[in-house]
């Protein structure tokens, strides 16, 4: 059987026209990447891309306040992005995860949304070049969106899940102090030890793996934003680097400050490589807590069968 046809409306960009589903807040840009990457069959995370329309939010009020933009403009770009960002705003985003080297794709994506919304509230046209991408480029803002992502997920979720089992393993230990075990040098039996002190061993891990998070978050929280094309700021208020850096940390909390030097935060991704390295080395104290777990576990009959767990 036959499906029907999907029903389109031709959007224009400097290639020319291009068919875009009608129903779409995307436009041209946003096509033509579905079109030349179905490569990865994902698109990015949702994390990012909630931290994109937060960029473009703190963007345009600070714009409006520095004068670069007209204030009903600016007001229709705001509220467009906390529509957004108060909905489902997926499946308006999906430009997949491989796609142009400087992400140009995904701001595009942002752009285009938020500039389809903004002029149905507004009534007349709203760029997504010249109004909702003021003082901004794909090469600032998508390295400002993978910093704030990483940053605010390590704040929001990860950081609060190490503590919680930080503490509930510390409140087991205490429950099980005066249990007394054999410790073990390479499975062999060696000194006794209470149950308490390998699971404090453990928590006290987490710590230290929490604590190493928190200096790659606050590395994080450096931003390319204002350096525009290549690092110069060219195009940006001088201001409007620090001043959208400073909505960003009042709307989420965390320290976020105009990067110390545009062109290594640019043309890198070393904080966030090294943000990733934490990540693995927390893995690794995860995997030894689980196997510790596992060897105590053991048996019923021909193991240690210290524990017995559910």
Known sequence: MNTPAQATRMEHDSLGDIAVPANALYGAQTQRAIDNFPIGGGPMPAAFVRALLQIKQAAAKVNARLGELDADIAAVIDQACATLLASDFMPHFPVDVYQTGSGTSSNMNANEVIARLATGQLGRPVDANDHVNRGQSSNDVIPSAVHASAAIAIAEQLLPAIAHLSSTIRTKADAVHHHIKTGRTHLMDAMPVRLSQPLQGWAAQLDAQAERLRVSQHELCQLALGGTAVGTSVNAHPEFAQAVANELAASSGLPFV?????????????????????????????????????????????????????
């Open 258 to 310: 105009r990067g110390h030097n545009f062109f290594a935060l640019m043309g890198s991704q070393d904080t966030a490589v090294a943000a990733s390295g934490q990540l693995k080395a927390l893995a690794v104290t995860l995997m030894k807590i689980s196997n510790d777990l596992r060897w105590m576990n053991s048996g019923p009959l021909a193991g240690l069968s210290e524990i017995a767990l559910p």
